[in-house]
């Protein structure tokens, strides 16, 4: 008896079917397990021969224009949030079976995912990724001072995708990016959520099964550092490069591939703050409303997100801070409450909480390790990861010494008070951080800004030129 056949008398077996170019693969040959619940499902083998087009293929999408690429995701956008888009809602319901986050946090983000493909976001994108976007559908002229002519295009890449298991939406944006740049595009889902991408392309397949972006996607699964499979795919005989999201462990396990002509696109761990001026505790009313923007910051995405703020630097006496503390704990308490994620804290966070908790002189303390909600005020950032609709208020006296805290690690700081901001923000890019925003709006961008500190599309195309010489 083999181990899909034993565990399904014990247990309901979810299933992920991959999508290789156009076409669906179903089967449970090997038994997953997902990473933060423990839950199995299963997959079929990864058949090598289908998931990687030879180099000796052009790229489906290379002479599609950019154009009618945008249209395509466009209506697909449209179908995503269809109330018959059987792909979609059969999605949800397995995902909320092996995913960390609650079914209205997860029906919520692939919502509001969709909104991405919009026409005008699209073009946004793109038109602040490349200075001439025309790179992307033509050889584009280019003649230097010596009179020296050429031609330059941003080719179509071949890009293997190892997606994060925090945030849907990072699906729906990865099949865009990777449609707009006419990439081949293979997908690694993650274990929290190997189902949400594979249910864009099949909606997309519906569409139109041989639509050029549907032979450019493949998505499967399989568990990361399984050394028998990144040895076949992570070569530069096959890709270009790795887009690569996730946590530490993710991405060092990735680098070790690395080598000439095989690079890395790092989406790698981040952590977000708030920095809170004395303005912001003033009197009561200011107070809580602050408190409340804070909380808007540390709930994104019920604090999954990179996005999410972890520690916030608050600028005032021990006696005032604590009036901050305890409205921040009433907001986030009430927004998991509204969210109806009850997760209590892991053991090992906990037992260090739990520990602060005996120390009155060094820490103060709001609310339990139940994972309704919990603050930690201290005089120097914690030495755990806050996480789980936690949050830790460090005390300053001046914003000023907050600034030593900054890493390159640092990736959105919210600010208030709001007109303070233009005074920081070059210590800020000194230190690391890599974007500074209005207190109460790390979860919400500027379309087509910068991620991570880069420009991602233009990281993504394989940059050519044709040298044509200098006239005589």
């Not at 990144?230 to 946590?247: N, T």
Request: glycine share 6%; charged share 25%; proline share 6%.
């Amino acid at each position: 008896m083999n181990s899909v056949t034993q565990h399904a008398e014990n247990e309901e077996l979810v299933s992920a079917p991959f999508f290789l170019r156009g076409e669906v693969l179903h089967g449970t040959d090997v038994v997953q397990t997902s990473r933060d619940l423990g839950v199995t499902f299963a997959t079929p083998r990864i058949p090598f021969d289908r998931a990687v087009p030879p180099r000796t293929e052009v790229p489906p999408l290379l002479n599609v224009p950019l154009a009618e690429i945008i249209d395509f995701l466009v209506e697909t956008g449209q179908r995503l949030t269809a109330p018959d888009n059987d792909h979609m809602q059969e999605c949800i319901e397995r995902m909320c079976r092996t995913h960390i986050l609650p079914r209205a946090v997860v029906e919520n983000t692939a919502r509001h995912a969709a909104a991405y493909l919009d026409k005008r976001v699209l073009m946004a994108e793109v038109e602040q990724n490349f200075p001439d976007p025309r790179a992307l559908d033509e050889w584009v002229p280019k003649q230097d001072f010596t009179g020296r002519k050429s031609f330059v295009r941003a080719f179509a890449p071949r890009l293997i995708h190892v997606l994060p298991g925090n945030s849907p939406g990072v699906a729906v944006k990865s099949v865009a990016q990777g449609s707009m740049v006419k990439g081949v595009n293979l997908f690694k889902m993650s274990s929290a959520d190997p189902f949400t991408m594979v249910a864009i392309l099949r909606t997309m397949a519906d569409i139109d099964a041989n639509h050029p972006i549907v032979r450019s996607m493949s998505a499967v699964y399989w568990r990361g550092g399984d050394d028998a499979t990144e040895r076949v795919l992570y070569r530069p005989q096959y890709f270009d490069k790795i887009v690569a999201w996730g946590g530490g462990d993710a991405i060092n396990n990735v680098i070790k591939y690395l080598g000439p002509g095989f690079q890395l696109v790092s989406f790698d761990p981040k952590t977000s703050i708030s920095m809170i001026g004395r303005e912001g505790l003033v009197d009561e009313a200011t107070v809580d409303r602050v408190a409340d923007l804070c909380s808007t910051d540390v709930m994104t995405l019920n604090q999954e997100a990179c996005v999410a703020s972890r520690f916030q630097f608050v600028e005032g006496s021990e006696e005032e801070v604590d009036r901050f503390c305890e409205r921040l704990h009433h907001h986030i308490a009430r927004r998991a409450a509204e969210s109806g994620d009850v997760r209590p804290l892991d053991r090992d966070m906990r037992e260090a909480v739990d520990t602060m908790t005996l120390m009155d002189d060094e820490y103060g303390v709001w609310g339990r390790t139940d994972g309704k909600g919990l603050v930690i005020r201290s005089e120097e950032p914690v030495d755990f990861h806050p996480i789980n609709k936690t949050a830790n208020v460090v005390r300053v006296d001046s914003l000023d010494e907050a600034v030593k805290w900054i890493n390159v690690a640092t990736q959105t700081v919210g600010f208030y008070p709001f007109d303070r901001m233009a005074d920081y923000r070059d210590r800020l890019a000194a230190g690391g951080a890599q974007r500074v925003v209005h207190l109460g709006e790390a979860g919400p961008s500027t379309i087509g800004n910068p991620h991570d500190a880069m420009y991602p599309l233009h990281r993504f195309v394989h940059w050519m030129a044709h040298e044509d010489g200098k006239p005589d």
